[in-house]
């Protein structure tokens, strides 16, 4: 299964400063040190740096900073600071009331990666919603007294019965969140204290991830044409949106809707909405691509039959999306062996196109040539059905009903029955001719 397609309630653990601690599957998993740098196995827990977080009561405020590391680390480690890089709180409205020993400021939560936090899916609230949680403290550092915390709840995260504040946003890249009003007791012998806070935040990639062109998995292209071609930009990532090295690999859902060559070139084939995977090792990517219509040319190289892909230029039937042109001169033209629904229709003159039995709607300009016995025939009971908005015909036709609007832009010459049913066509300063049968 491709890391796209997983749904995970495993939370990312952000440390508020901010950046991931560890992309546990279990949240009394206690945070591993083991790959600083966040370039493990997918999965692996990851330690960035913390958020230490001062405050005074009697100057009320409340600053927070990166944790300074300490000297010595192991070798090749590296301890990223974070505040302003993957999230960012901001506190403000700081008052403390010396009667209830309550020390008030709002906080809010702003996200700087990719993903969105809190959801599992990119969208849906996930029920936890985004936990910004004590690791440490409050700790008095200045005075005498103890200092508390009044939370949301408790739950374990790094230990057990950790108080935390809880968002109930869906954050977006760059989105900040609305202010929340946290509470902390203490005696008014408190002057200074400190405490060190997580955030535990469930997102829809906490393995990694690729993007194509800078999206996130799942993206829309939006409409290419057959034979276009567009270039795709994959970066294989960790969780919090950094780049990692790794060769990307490319394929597609249905390759008569596109093709892909393996430097991630995506090239429209026929109409289709379709998908094109990227994969590295366990990580993956996706974009869809809405294949729209192209003009197909009739060859006849080997029979009549409409439906027969080998009777097409680049051997593809077209589809209701594509127009077709039925040249002149040709070995074999085409016959309709079932009702065919199309965009534009083009008969080139003394070429011709039989409906036999079967019924062509088409949904654009219709044109044929006015040479006698060319032009769209019925060998059969067959018959045209004019679906457009807006658009032009001329030629000879068999049975013809305008359920659309349609004007003359030539000559029409049409064996009866010819109708209008809800629609409109308008003649203007052309000859419209109806035969009986």
């Given at each position: 299964m491709?890391?796209?397609?997983?749904?995970?309630?495993?939370?990312?653990?952000?440390?508020?400063?901010?950046?991931?601690?560890?992309?546990?599957?279990?949240?009394?998993?206690?945070?591993?040190?083991?790959?600083?740098?966040?370039?493990?196995?997918?999965g692996?827990?990851?330690?960035?740096?913390?958020?230490?977080?001062?405050?005074?009561?009697?100057?009320?405020?409340?600053?927070?900073?990166?944790?300074?590391?300490?000297?010595?680390?192991?070798?090749?480690?590296?301890?990223v600071g974070?505040?302003?890089?993957?999230?960012?709180?901001t506190?403000?409205?700081?008052?403390?009331?010396?009667?209830?020993?309550?020390?008030?400021?709002?906080?809010?939560?702003?996200?700087?990666?990719?993903?969105?936090?809190?959801?599992?899916?990119?969208?849906?609230?996930?029920?936890?919603?985004?936990?910004?949680?004590?690791?440490?403290?409050?700790?008095v550092?200045?005075?005498?007294g103890?200092?508390?915390?009044?939370?949301?709840?408790?739950?374990?995260?790094?230990?057990?019965?950790?108080?935390?504040?809880?968002?109930?946003?869906?954050?977006?890249t760059?989105?900040?969140?609305?202010?929340?009003?946290?509470?902390?007791?203490?005696?008014?012998?408190?002057?200074?204290?400190?405490?060190l806070?997580?955030?535990?935040?469930?997102?829809?990639?906490?393995?990694?991830?690729?993007?194509?062109?800078?999206?996130?998995?799942?993206?829309?292209?939006?409409?290419?044409?057959?034979?276009?071609?567009?270039?795709?930009?994959?970066?294989?990532?960790?969780?919090?949106?950094v780049?990692?090295a790794?060769?990307?690999?490319?394929?597609?859902?249905?390759?008569?809707?596109?093709t892909?060559?393996?430097?991630?070139?995506?090239?429209?084939?026929s109409?289709?909405?379709?998908?094109?995977?990227?994969?590295?090792?366990?990580?993956?990517?996706?974009?869809?691509?809405?294949?729209?219509?192209?003009?197909?040319?009739?060859?006849?190289?080997?029979?009549?039959?409409?439906?027969?892909?080998?009777?097409?230029?680049?051997?593809?039937?077209?589809?209701?999306?594509?127009?077709?042109?039925?040249?002149?001169?040709?070995?074999?033209?085409?016959?309709?062996t079932?009702?065919?629904?199309?965009?534009?229709?083009?008969?080139?003159?003394?070429?011709?196109?039989?409906?036999?039995?079967?019924?062509?709607?088409?949904?654009?300009?219709?044109?044929?040539?006015?040479?006698?016995?060319?032009?769209?025939?019925?060998?059969?009971?067959?018959?045209?059905?004019?679906?457009?908005?807006?658009?032009?015909?001329?030629?000879?036709?068999?049975?013809?009903?305008?359920?659309?609007?349609?004007?003359?832009?030539?000559?029409?010459?049409?064996?009866?029955?010819?109708?209008?049913?809800?629609?409109?066509?308008?003649a203007?300063?052309?000859?419209?001719?109806?035969?009986?049968?």
């Amino acid at each position: 299964m491709s890391v796209s397609a997983r749904r995970y309630a495993a939370p990312l653990l952000l440390l508020a400063g901010f950046g991931i601690v560890g992309a546990c599957s279990d949240r009394t998993n206690p945070v591993s040190s083991s790959d600083p740098a966040g370039r493990g196995t997918p999965g692996a827990a990851v330690t960035i740096q913390a958020l230490q977080c001062t405050a005074n009561r009697t100057a009320l405020t409340v600053a927070c900073a990166p944790v300074q590391p300490a000297a010595g680390g192991a070798a090749g480690n590296i301890i990223v600071g974070n505040q302003n890089v993957y999230v960012k709180v901001t506190t403000s409205n700081v008052a403390y009331n010396g009667g209830t020993g309550q020390f008030t400021f709002d906080a809010t939560l702003q996200n700087l990666i990719e993903q969105p936090l809190g959801t599992t899916d990119g969208t849906t609230l996930d029920p936890n919603g985004i936990r910004i949680f004590f690791h440490s403290g409050p700790t008095v550092t200045g005075g005498t007294g103890v200092a508390s915390v009044l939370p949301d709840g408790f739950a374990t995260f790094t230990a057990a019965g950790q108080p935390y504040y809880q968002y109930n946003q869906v954050l977006a890249t760059t989105v900040v969140s609305s202010a929340k009003g946290w509470t902390l007791i203490m005696p008014p012998t408190v002057t200074t204290f400190s405490f060190l806070l997580y955030v535990s935040a469930p997102v829809e990639y906490p393995t990694g991830y690729i993007t194509l062109d800078g999206h996130l998995p799942g993206y829309s292209f939006g409409a290419l044409h057959p034979g276009g071609a567009h270039a795709m930009t994959a970066l294989v990532k960790n969780n919090v949106g950094v780049t990692l090295a790794g060769v990307v690999s490319f394929g597609t859902s249905n390759a008569t809707c596109a093709t892909v060559d393996g430097g991630g070139t995506v090239t429209g084939v026929s109409f289709a909405t379709c998908t094109i995977n990227a994969t590295s090792g366990a990580y993956s990517g996706s974009m869809s691509f809405d294949v729209g219509g192209t003009v197909r040319s009739w060859t006849g190289a080997v029979s009549t039959d409409w439906n027969a892909a080998g009777n097409w230029l680049e051997g593809l039937v077209p589809t209701p999306a594509d127009s077709v042109l039925i040249p002149f001169p040709s070995t074999r033209y085409p016959v309709l062996t079932s009702a065919v629904s199309i965009g534009g229709v083009d008969v080139a003159d003394q070429a011709t196109l039989d409906v036999a039995g079967f019924t062509l709607t088409a949904s654009a300009n219709v044109a044929t040539g006015a040479t006698v016995g060319s032009g769209i025939l019925a060998s059969g009971a067959g018959s045209v059905q004019l679906t457009g908005a807006n658009m032009l015909v001329h030629g000879r036709f068999p049975a013809t009903l305008v359920t659309g609007s349609y004007a003359l832009d030539g000559l029409y010459h049409g064996i009866a029955p010819e109708m209008v049913q809800n629609g409109k066509l308008t003649a203007a300063n052309f000859l419209l001719q109806i035969d009986a049968q």
